[in-house]
């Protein structure tokens, strides 16, 4: 990240949207570059620090789907995708994906902005930090299993102090799991725990898939294979004792 800024790098092929991003942002105090086409976005990685992408799904050559599963494979950039298209499965894709946000067309800039900065934020609170090996806080710290998951911070740390990403809606639900240990939380109630799920329909197949990835960040070892057990017809149970710190 730059010294007092952050780079964005919006790619859209809809050049009044792009203008008009790229307006919003520059006075709100980014850096921004701009892109019509996503053949050129691994270019504009190699010869700038990007914090956070901004991009568009239907785009002229790769699509925004295909770049952003490569760009979650080789880095924990922050991805945010935006679409004209209200189908489900393309938010469920782009969660599968490892997107931290997905938003439709016409967008709010206000909102957006709001998405970004708590993207960004997040992120910079799972950077590496030069403290003991313990990670500890000044914060309230969940310890479960393996793991400690700072609420002061928004951080899940591993015993040995590394940082693991979570996006929002991972951490909102692993803090309701958390909160409710042993007890079965149906996929209503963890619908509610995501704050997009406000503004937007959200099925029981999204919090799936956000399972599906809590899963296989929380459940590294074998002796864990059953964190998040899946109670059929019901919903899921967290099944770890949680100690506060």
Same mark, same amino acid.
Not at 52 to 60: K, M, S
Not at 79 to 94: M, Q, S, Y
């Given at each position: ?12 092929? =809809? ?12 006075? %709100? ?19 700038? =620090? ?15 789907l295909s770049i952003a ?25 782009? *969660?599968?994906?490892? %997107? ?15 998405? *970004? ?20 806080s000044t914060g309230t ?21 590394t940082p693991v990403s ?17 007890? *079965? ?10 704050? =997009? ?49």
């Open positions: 990240m730059k010294a007092d800024k952050y780079h964005l790098l919006v790619v859209d092929d =809809e050049p009044v949207t792009l203008n008009n991003f790229i307006d919003y942002f520059e006075v %709100a105090g980014f850096f921004v570059t701009a892109l019509e086409d996503g053949r050129l976005v691994n270019e504009s990685l190699a010869n700038n =620090e990007i914090d956070l992408v901004l991009l568009d799904i239907n785009l002229p050559g790769e699509d925004g599963r490569e760009l979650r494979r080789t880095s924990d950039i922050g991805i945010i995708l935006v679409t004209g298209r209200t189908d489900d499965i393309d938010r469920i894709v782009g *969660i599968e994906i490892g %997107a931290d946000d997905y938003v439709t067309k016409p967008v709010n800039p206000r909102e957006l902005l709001a998405r *970004i900065k708590s993207i960004l934020w997040r992120m910079s609170k799972d950077r590496p930090e030069t403290t003991t090996p313990s990670g500890n710290i969940k310890v479960f299993s393996n793991w400690c998951l700072d609420m002061e911070k928004q951080q899940l740390r591993s015993q040995n102090g979570l996006t929002g809606a991972e951490y909102n639900i692993l803090m309701y799991f958390t909160d409710h240990p042993g007890l *079965i939380i149906n996929r209503d109630q963890l619908i509610n725990q995501i704050d =997009e799920a406000k503004d937007e329909n959200f099925s029981s197949r999204t919090v799936d898939v956000l399972i599906g990835r809590l899963r296989k960040k929380l459940e590294t070892d074998k002796s864990e294979a059953t964190l998040i057990e899946t109670v059929w017809g019901k919903g899921y149970r967290f099944t770890s004792q949680v100690k506060i710190t």
